[in-house]
C-alpha cells in the first residue's frame, strides 16, 4: 500500500487551467481576480462581505488590528488549536487567555468563559477567539450573548469548518463565517484545508465599517476612495483644477502587504467550486470511521458523526496512542496529532502558563489521534486504516513498545 497522509490536497484539471488562465493573462495579482473569489466566499458561506489574504494567520493578524486591542488588554481563546490562534494576539501586545475545552466537544467551554468573565474587571477582556476545532462549529449564538454582555468582540477561527454549521434556538442553520455572530471570520487555504489556494486565507463580516478597514489594512494602510481622502485636492496635485489627480492615494493608518494574488484566487476560486463535493466525500469518510470504531473497546472517545461537522479532522481517542502512531507509520498510514495544548508550548510556559492549568485540554492531549481524512481517500485504503489499527489493539501489539 503506497504512503497514506492525514490529510491530502486534491487538484483537478479545471484547477490547473485556472491558474494557467492567469499566468497568461496581463495581471498575476490586482487584476480582478482576487474580487471574483471574494464574491464567490461570500456566496458559499453568506456572509456580506469577504477580504482575501495571503494566509490564515495573516488573516488572524488583520482581524485583530481592525477590533483594535491595546497592550495588556486580554482575549480569551482555546488551548487546543494551532498555535496562529493565540500568537495575532501577542503580536498586538495582547494577553492571551486559555479556557479550557469541553472533554466531549473538544472545543472551548462556554461555562468556563463565562466564570472568566464574571470575575474580571470592565474593560479588563476584549475579544473571545473560539475555534471550530476538527470542523465542529462551535454555538456561536450563545457566544454571542455572553460576548455582548461584556461588551466583546469575536473572531471565529473558522480554518477547520468550510461548510460547517450550527443550529441555532429556533432551528435555523447557521453557517460557519456566515457573518451573523462573529464580527469577523476567518479561513485559510492551506494544502491541508478544506480547499486550497497554496497558500492563503480569507475574512468575512457583515459589518461594512470592518470591511472597509481591512481591505485598507491589506493594503499598507492605503486607499484609493477619494470620499476618505484627508489632504485636499490642491495638496494631492490638481493645482489646475482643484479635483484630486487619478494617481492619487493616501495612506492613512498602519498597514501591511498581506494580499492575494490573482494566480492563488484562481486556484482558491475553482476549488470553492467542489467545497460541497468534496466535504460530502468527507461526511460519507467520517460516517465510515464511525461505524467501524463505535464499538471498539479501544477508543476512549471519539467525536461520533454529526451533519454540521466540517470534518477537516477525523479524531479518536485511544490508549497506548504513541505506540499506536509508531505501528501505523511501519503500515504506512501517517497519522497526526492535533494539538499539543497551546499554553504549554515554551513560549506560553514563559508566560506563566504550566502543567495542570487546562486539565481537559491535557488529558484529551495525551489519547487523541488524527486519522487519515480528505476527500480522496479510497474506501480501499479507508479500509486497511481500520483493519490495522483493529489489529493493533486485537493483537495487542502495544506490549513490544512497552517493554525496556
Ligand atoms: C491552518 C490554521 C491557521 C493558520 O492558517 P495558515 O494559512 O496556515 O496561516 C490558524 N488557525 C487554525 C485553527 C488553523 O488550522
Sequence with gaps: MKTIPYGKHHITKRDIQAVTEVLRSDFLTQGGGVEKF???????????????????????????????????????????TFVATAN????????????????????????SVEELLRSAKLGEYVGIIPVNFSGKVINLAQL?????????????????????????????????GNGQFADISIFSFHPIKHITSGEGGMLTTNSQHLYKKLIQLRTHGITKDMACFRNNAILAGGIEDNKYPSWYMEMQVLGFNYRMTDIQAALGESQLKKADEKL????????????????QPFVISQSGYFNDHAYHLYIIEVEHRKALYDFLRTKNIYTQIHYFPCHLMPY??????????????????????SVPMFPTLTIKEQKYVIKNIVEFYDKKLYIDSLKP
Design 38 to 80: 471574494e464574491n464567490s466566499f461570500s456566496d458559499y458561506v453568506g456572509s456580506k462581505y469577504s477580504v482575501a489574504v495571503s494566509n490564515g494567520t495573516s488573516a488572524l493578524q488583520l482581524a485583530i488590528c481592525a477590533l483594535n486591542i491595546k497592550q495588556g488588554q486580554k482575549v480569551i481563546t482555546t488551548p487546543i
Design 88 to 111: 495575532c494576539i501577542r503580536h498586538y501586545g495582547g494577553e492571551v487567555v486559555f479556557s479550557d475545552i469541553q472533554s466531549d466537544t473538544y472545543l472551548m467551554d462556554l461555562d
Design 144 to 176: 454571542r450573548k455572553i460576548a455582548d454582555q461584556y461588551n466583546l468582540w469575536i473572531i471565529e477561527d473558522a480554518c477547520h469548518s468550510l461548510g460547517g454549521f450550527f443550529i441555532d434556538d429556533k432551528g435555523q442553520k447557521q453557517p460557519s
Design 280 to 295: 460530502e466525500n468527507r461526511k460519507k469518510i467520517a460516517k465510515r470511521y464511525f461505524e467501524a470504531f463505535k464499538n
Design 348 to 369: 506560553y510556559q514563559e508566560l506563566g502558563w504550566k502543567e495542570n492549568d487546562m486539565p481537559n485540554a491535557e488529558n484529551y492531549y495525551r489519547h487523541c489521534i
